[in-house]
């Protein structure tokens, strides 16, 4: 006989089984995983190498009808409303009354810490399983970020700089690489050796001529194994952002000494497209950046013309990046304007006005009003035209705003908010407005109101 099943027969004696519907017990519902064996899938045909566990937990229905299993959902955090499906739980379709059964997980290593909900028709309703894992690589790949490429530009060489770490308390020796991309290469020599407590040097490379965007070079698995032992692996991503290979043909950097607030700012930089793709600067329409071509195709120079209005600028030194976007890349280039902006500004909170930030609601009766509706009067209180990008709220509540159209200064517009009153309780909800000014003053801002209340049930 099971151990566990004895748990549960003890456990249903005491019970008698008196309750009349169907109803789940779990044997663990908090597991700490430290000593099963892993399990390995991967082969150097699918190069997709994971290190993975199964364990098995007992239930057993301790009621008097048949208890049905709905499905489970998983997430990898305390906070249980990121539950999604999940596929890797495993369970019987239906237990009969006093039937024990068994719940499978299987589960990666690479996170530690998961929660499982099992949903059934069980009278206590959904139960939630937390799983931590103790498990820490034995050995790891660790980036040297000094070194590791986060951004270059098309063409030039990605050196990839890491160092394997042994954490074992046994040498290590590195023999073979399963290296998905075949333009990504190994130039450190195999095989090395690496001491208990040591690491060493790690040294791919590849080449991102013709490539745009982002270069992916997958995820190498460096096979290894300890003195007198069984073979494992350790595996690591390599990728980096590629933009266009433009030269400056003068300095990405224009200084405009000392100016008084309101003065506009211009400046014209040089380029020339060093890269395999033609540019399409045509596409980029604005009055603060103007390009003297609508296409550069390869060795062609071109100049961009910044604009900047320091109306709102910082009081001070300020320097203001201005990315040159360049399809058919998705990530740009930058060049800058600096400088020091003299007299008083205005702050960035008092960009936006309004009555309140802070709207009170007060109690209010879910019997009589089912959706509370709040209009909000805000006035631009800059000396510049604003547009309102994006209106963002905590979970549980609606604000909403006209997002395309300008506003002039000391205009005022209309911010409407809305929150259903069907669950009693206090709520407290941040409404968060992302700005941006305009006439070629290069500003964002943010404006926050808080709505809060109480929602009574009579």
């Known amino acids: 006989m099971k151990p566990h099943f004895l748990f549960f027969l003890f456990l249903s004696i005491c019970t008698g089984f008196n309750s009349p519907a169907q109803n789940l017990v779990i044997d663990h519902l908090n597991i700490l995983v430290d000593t099963i064996p892993f399990h390995f899938s991967g ?42 499906a999940s596929d890797n739980v495993k369970f019987p379709a239906l237990l009969k009354p006093g039937v024990y059964g068994e719940i499978s997980i299987i589960y990666s290593v690479s996170s530690p810490f998961q929660r499982f909900q099992i949903l059934s028709n069980s009278k206590t309703g959904p139960q939630v399983i937390t799983l931590l894992d103790t498990y820490r690589e034995q050995v790891e ?70 490539k745009m965007n982002y270069y992916y070079g997958g995820t190498p698995v460096f096979f290894y194994h300890p003195e007198n032992e069984f073979e494992d692996f350790v595996k690591q991503e390599f990728s980096c952002i590629i933009v266009p290979n433009v030269k ?29 793709f033609k540019l399409e600067t045509g596409k980029n329409k604005s009055s603060c950046m103007t390009y003297d071509k609508s296409e550069v195709a390869p060795g062609e120079n071109f100049n961009v013309t910044i604009k900047y209005n320091t109306t709102i600028a910082d009081s001070g030194k300020t320097t203001m990046e201005f990315p040159i976007l360049l399809p058919p890349f998705f990530y740009s280039n930058s060049v800058f304007l600096s400088g020091e902006v003299k007299g008083q500004g205005i702050k960035k909170s008092e960009v936006l006005m309004t009555d309140q930030r802070i709207i009170n609601c007060g109690k209010i009766s879910n019997d009589t009003a ?82 809060k209340g109480e929602v009574i049930s009579k």
């Open 141 to 210: 790949i660790k980036r040297n970020m000094n070194e590791y490429p986060a951004k270059l530009q098309e063409g030039d060489v990605a050196n990839f700089s890491s160092l394997i770490v042994n954490y074992k308390d046994k040498k290590i020796i590195v023999d073979s690489v399963a290296i998905p991309d075949p333009s990504l290469k190994l130039i450190t020599k195999l095989p090395f050796s690496i001491d208990p407590g040591k690491s060493a040097p790690l040294l791919l490379m590849a080449g991102t001529s013709g």
């Open 370 to 451: 089912k959706t509370i509706k709040r209009s909000i009067r805000i006035k631009n209180n800059s000396p510049l035209p604003i547009n309102i990008s994006n209106v963002t709220i905590t979970e549980g509540a609606y604000a909403f705003c006209d997002t395309h159209a300008s506003i002039a200064p000391g205009e005022y517009f209309i911010l409407k908010f809305a929150y259903n009153t069907k669950n009693p309780g206090s709520f407290d909800k941040v409404i968060v407005l992302s700005l941006t000014s305009g006439e070629c003053s290069n500003g964002e801002f943010a404006y926050s109101i808080e709505v």
């Open 248 to 276: 400056s043909l003068g300095k990405d950097t224009f200084d405009f000494g000392s100016v008084k607030r309101g003065t506009i700012i211009s400046n014209t930089f040089h380029f020339v497209n060093n890269g395999s």
């Open 43 to 84: 082969s150097p045909i699918t190069k997709n190498y994971s290190r993975y566990r199964e364990i098995r937990i007992g239930c057993v229905n301790t009621g008097k009808k048949d208890l049905i299993f709905i499905g489970a959902k998983q997430c990898f955090t305390n906070d249980t409303s990121w539950l999604k």
